[in-house]
């Protein structure tokens, strides 16, 4: 155990399973969405929907998905920077099962495209995001960490991996998830170094990979 599992996170409080975590699943999915966000849709399950208002855990959030980290001071506004930019966001609650009590699901939409993200708040300013629209992920967001959807054919893991190896970029964890064989994979690749955007575009260029997203360190 380190010292920030015992201290906690450098944040906006007060808490940092409500405030700290919270905002790096906003960051998160909005690094995800990767385009211009027009509205969203935060659900708050569990003890957040108890105390979310409470906590902060609204503005947390809202920040993240603007883009600010745990410490940013504009996290208290992050509501009405939100407006300001044009981003309508509702807050809702929710009741969801088999899941843990400090749970979000977020619905990012803007120019025509959406994405629904899941993921949790597990103490200590950690988080697991746990679903990206219908695919199963697994993400923690402590190391440089590339998604990438692929057609699920054989080679393909390889191809991805070799491009990477080629960049001298260490694999420290690879997950690979698929709804149906033949169809389309997902795969979470953490990653021991950062990679440079030459890296993500070689990956975007290969022919069955379709599409790429990169999550830096929270």
């Known amino acids: 155990m380190g010292v920030f599992d015992i201290m906690g996170p450098i944040m906006i409080g007060p808490s940092s399973s409500h405030t700290a975590?919270?905002?790096?699943?906003g960051r998160i999915a909005?690094?995800?969405?990767n385009r211009k966000i027009e509205a969203a849709e935060i659900f708050f399950h569990g003890s957040f929907a108890e105390t979310y208002r409470g906590?902060?855990?609204?503005?947390?959030?809202?920040?993240g998905i603007l883009g600010?980290?745990?410490?940013?001071?504009r996290i208290k506004d992050s509501r009405q920077l939100a407006r300001e930019r044009g981003i309508n966001i509702a807050y809702q609650t929710i009741k969801l099962k088999e899941v843990h009590p400090n749970t979000l699901l977020i619905k990012l939409s803007g120019k025509g495209q959406s994405l629904t993200m899941l993921g949790s708040s597990i103490g200590g300013g950690n988080i697991i995001v746990n679903l990206i629209d219908d695919y199963q992920?697994?993400?923690s967001g402590k190391l440089?960490?590339?998604?990438?959807?692929?057609?699920d054919q054989p080679g393909e893991i390889g191809v991805i991996t070799s491009v990477l190896g080629s960049y001298s970029?260490?694999?420290a964890f690879m997950q690979v998830f698929r709804k149906k064989r033949g169809t389309?994979?997902?795969s979470i690749i953490e990653l021991d170094h950062l990679p440079g955007h030459a890296v993500l575009r070689r990956l975007e260029d290969i022919k069955n990979i379709l599409q790429v997203r990169y999550i830096p360190p929270l």
């Open 21 to 25: 975590g919270a905002a790096k699943l």
């Open 30 to 33: 909005s690094l995800l969405f």
């Open 55 to 63: 906590h902060g855990t609204d503005r947390a959030v809202t920040g």
């Open 68 to 73: 600010f980290k745990p410490d940013d001071e």
């Open 137 to 139: 992920v697994n993400i």
């Open 144 to 151: 440089p960490t590339i998604w990438v959807l692929h057609q």
């Open 169 to 171: 970029l260490n694999i």
């Open 184 to 186: 389309v994979g997902s």
